[in-house]
């Protein structure tokens, strides 16, 4: 699963600490209840299929991006 065609989802980065060998993802929606409704179901089931056990999720906002590949400022409110 690529992630580019999922509704609401703006942009997910993946992050990976080879020395814990732990491994994550940081998504930016467009609606926390959109995001909400993803990190349900399927994907929490081929979570705990994959990895046995539930994913640690800290729910934030963010109120702004700033992306210096290419020059842009979002704002998120």
């Known amino acids: ?3 580019t065609d ?3 989802l703006l942009r ?3 992050h990976y600490n080879p020395e814990t ?3 994550g993802g940081m998504y ?13 179901g399927p994907w929490m089931e081929r979570l705990l299929a994959n990895y046995g ?3 640690e999720i800290d729910w934030l906002q963010i109120p702004m991006t ?3 590949i290419n020059h842009s400022v ?4």
């Open 1 to 3: 699963m690529l992630y």
């Open 6 to 8: 999922i509704d609401g």
């Open 12 to 14: 997910k980065d993946y």
């Open 21 to 23: 060998d732990i491994g």
């Open 28 to 40: 930016l929606w467009d609606d926390e209840q959109k995001a909400r409704a993803f990190h349900q």
């Open 53 to 55: 056990s539930e994913p």
């Open 66 to 68: 700033t992306d210096g």
């Open 74 to 77: 979002a704002v998120h409110l």
